[in-house]
């Protein structure tokens, strides 16, 4: 990937090799869109759980977002793993995109920035386009939504379709790490500035899919409200992958502890 070098850094944190950066909100969107400016496509990606298990056990995807421009965390486990391991960071230091999507439309009407949304089943995409486009009408703004091929003819014309609108920042959500993995067959191909793989995020903002209240939402547990209304689907994510995760943190600094002791 040939990705930007934006002037703007922030601190990294890092946890099983694997690097995100401290971050806030309106920082966040005050790099996208000067990512847009630059010569070079960006690529701003996100951890949670879900993805630093995958980055432990996908050597690809761990390349991934360590060669990304700009990492930011969208999970109260990383949060509390970080502080667990030396750094400080606080509740401002964690975002996920329902929260500020509307704050980006925003930013982007009044920055003249286009927005490509790739992500959720069908309607879900035109719906949202809807929602954002009531509170930020002069947005320039398109989308197709995200069940489709990502290979072969029917992926190369999506491809052609976001070309032909040649968004400043492409939103895709496809759900990890199928999004990473598409952005990483594709990245040549697509005529975008700024690539922001951000998983069910329209899924949330839209409310086809419960989020829960707020009191659990903004305290980390949203993922209870998840399991609870997918079972299925989800059980191994949150049963079987929260407790593994904070198992091979704790299985770190044992070894580290082990190591300065000796």
Known sequence: MNTSTNTKT???IKLFDTRFHQVKVQELIDYLVEAVKSPKKTIVENVNIRAMNFAYEKSWYRDFLNNADLVFCDGFGVLLAANLSGYSLDSAHRMTAPDYIEDLALKCEKENISLFLLAGKPGVVDEAITKLGSIAPNLR???H???FDKS????????????????????????????ERWILDNFNK??????????????????????????????????LTRLVTEPTRLWDRYIIGNPLFFYRLFKQKIAQKLVANR
């Open 10 to 12: 922030f601190p990294e």
């Open 141 to 143: 703004i398109g989308g």
């Open 145 to 147: 939504h995200g069940y």
């Open 152 to 179: 072969g003819k029917e992926n190369d014309l999506i491809i052609e379709k976001i070309n032909n609108f040649r968004p400043d920042i492409l939103y895709i959500g496809f759900g990890m790490p199928l999004q």
């Open 190 to 223: 697509i005529e975008a500035r700024v690539f922001l793989p951000l998983g069910a995020c329209l899924d949330f903002y839209t409310n086809s899919t419960y989020r829960g209240p707020e009191w659990l939402t903004n305290n980390g547990f949203e993922w």
